[in-house]
DNA sequence: CAGTAAGCGAGACGGTACGTCCTGTCTTCTC
DNA sequence: GAGAAGACAGGACGTACCGTCTCGCTTACTG
């Protein structure tokens, strides 16, 4: 029973939400992570400090919030072949990396992921487990389909899809292009549906 | 010539950046990037602060240095197929990015990079372009032996290759055990093997 | 109207500038002016150093204030003759620099006088004014005895009978007995007593 | 028997001196006693730090040498009267006191006096000492002369002279002019005077 | 409609690290 | 050896930031 009625007291002002998010979203695109103060985004957001961390718990989880705000990716529609379904998937993963926040946060992240467990928890259970559970779909359709001999693992395709995405963002220099997602897509599917003919194994 | 010959002046005692490096690494791997102190650094190596920004720049410069110290990989052996070659670099990457201090180091050295492009082109030109260097030898040799019908673009393969080495050890939980990097590069080479039997393209 | 009402947010505490000026008061009678640090200071005061900074702007107006707190000298009591005035004039000027935390202040605020007009203003204004209003009181009453043909120069009487008694405690080494205190004071009474008997001058 | 013969190894070279006094005087006129550093000094006379350290032991040492540099004061002239001889060594003093390296040095030298018992030991037996002499010889003179009944006590004397000087030209802002060491020359001496007449005691 | 509980802007607070600066010493090479 | 250049240990300075706390005020639900 979750419910616990109208609290007693003052409800809080949902504008603030809105104007802390928008004001850490500024920063973070302007300045980077850690040029990210809270009394900066305080002071933009035209709030107290005391305001966000009754909402958000540390730096780290305003931020990842701010970065993450209004990302929720549609269902992998069926494309008709895995390439294409893979294809699809590249583009939603990218989009997602690609925006300034997102470049700036992730890997301010990863470091308080290797300290924060909880947090680190958090974020397997929303954002990777939802890319594998889509991946998972996109198996079992090729699957289906009589593309793979074996429904495989999602785990591994994700790892192979959203890896190079990863890096090409946060770690290499240029943009990535149409064609270079089309390529990764493309040698995937091939690799994929080849593995899946290979020798069974028991992991 | 840029030969300058002895400068004047007490020369800089060798000792120190080791002693440094060594308490910088020791540090990183005990406590986290961010509990690594320049005065707990400048103790351990019973050295000034001074003596540590005379070589390196900022706390992330020394962290950087201290992370990859001594990181030289073998030239990549042939090991007869192109899923041999690919499995054995997978290891090399893997040991690289997988020691403690790497693994503190990096996210801290990411967001680095987006603010610093310098520091960005410096890691390409070294690590990045090495590791591209080695994948483009191995896909040349797949070419002779008549694995692959066209060499392929060594860029592509790097990303497939590094990005989800690199993704499991920074954003997964558990370590990446052997069999996940027979997959990886199992998937990979037949992919590669697959897609460059396809149609040429312009780019 | 001057009157601002209460400004915005948390007021400071008045227990820090107690406990800052306290331990900085301490410190400087065991160590030491240079000796004395902001982190010890702040240490000793259980306070963060971001707080005694509000309050001061400097290591050098923390410990001027820490030296000079609750020196407030009471008005000069009338003994019957100048000389008894000036004698016990030259007590109160005396006890108040002899004092460890004055000993060791002084200097260093001579120093910082000399390249902050401000600070030396302040000590103009308060110090120095009040101790020469004090002896103007003991002249107008010699005048008003008899002893003084003319009330004469306060600011001749301060220096005359200061001057003395700064640099005995700041330059020369053993303390001030009460003999040469005496004799101080017995010689500028005549002094000025004979003065004011000369021609009057026109400055 | 001092003497040790010429020593092995090249020579000091006297220029040096001069420009490191040069160089320190300079900037102590320019900054501040804190705001000279050995650093810019040995920079700015083109001369390494250990040729300054060669020489004086401490920055104090230096700053003091450069300040007092060339500060010899002449045997105190017979001008008739002791009024008129304090009158004149009134104006020695002051010159010596009212050099802008003086006023710059002279505080950060009493702070490190109450520190180094050595070195104030060294001013003591120097300055003090000689200008306590001269004191005397001039009570002498005023002795032999009638003016005073006894010789009287020069530390005494010393102290009434040179106190207000001292005061004026470092803790109050405006200049001393002629009238000021007239008057101060004038009571001291009438105080003197009057003081001898009086009751002799056993200090 | 008074009471209470909480939200709010503002900003002080403890703690902690940073990067700079300076002193006095030491180490190189050159004269 | 003296000299210029500059590295070195040590240590203080003043700034910045985080997350918490404390003011006085406002806003809603409660009895």
């Known amino acids: 029973m979750l419910k616990s009625g109208p609290r007693p007291g003052r409800p809080r002002d949902s504008h603030i939400d809105q104007a802390v998010l928008k004001a850490a ?6 300045s980077g992570y850690t040029r990210v103060t809270m009394d900066a985004t305080a002071a933009r957001a035209g709030v107290g400090k005391a305001a966000i961390y009754r909402r958000f718990g540390s730096k780290a989880e305003l ?6 705000h209004g990302m929720d990716i549609e269902p992998p529609a069926d494309s008709g072949s895995l390439r294409g379904d893979l294809r699809a998937m ?6 997602r990396l690609a925006t300034p926040a997102a470049r700036e ?11 924060d467990p909880a947090l680190a928890a958090r974020l397997q259970s929303t954002f990777v487990a939802r890319e594998r559970r889509d991946l998972e779909v996109i198996m079992e359709r090729a699957h289906q389909r009589g593309e793979l001999s074996r429904p495989g693992d999602p785990a591994l395709a994700h790892l192979l899809l959203g ?27 091939a ?4 593995h899946a003919s290979g020798p069974a194994r028991s992991g």
């Open 25 to 30: 979203r500024e920063l973070l695109a302007e």
């Open 63 to 68: 931020l990842f919030a701010a970065a993450v």
């Open 90 to 95: 590249a583009q939603v993963i990218h989009e």
């Open 105 to 115: 946060v992730t890997p301010a992240l990863l470091a308080e992921m290797s300290r």
């Open 163 to 189: 890896g190079p995405l990863f890096v090409a963002l946060l770690v290499l220099p240029g943009p990535l292009d149409e064609d270079r997602l089309d390529d990764i897509a493309s040698v995937i599917a």
């Open 191 to 194: 690799g994929l549906i080849a």
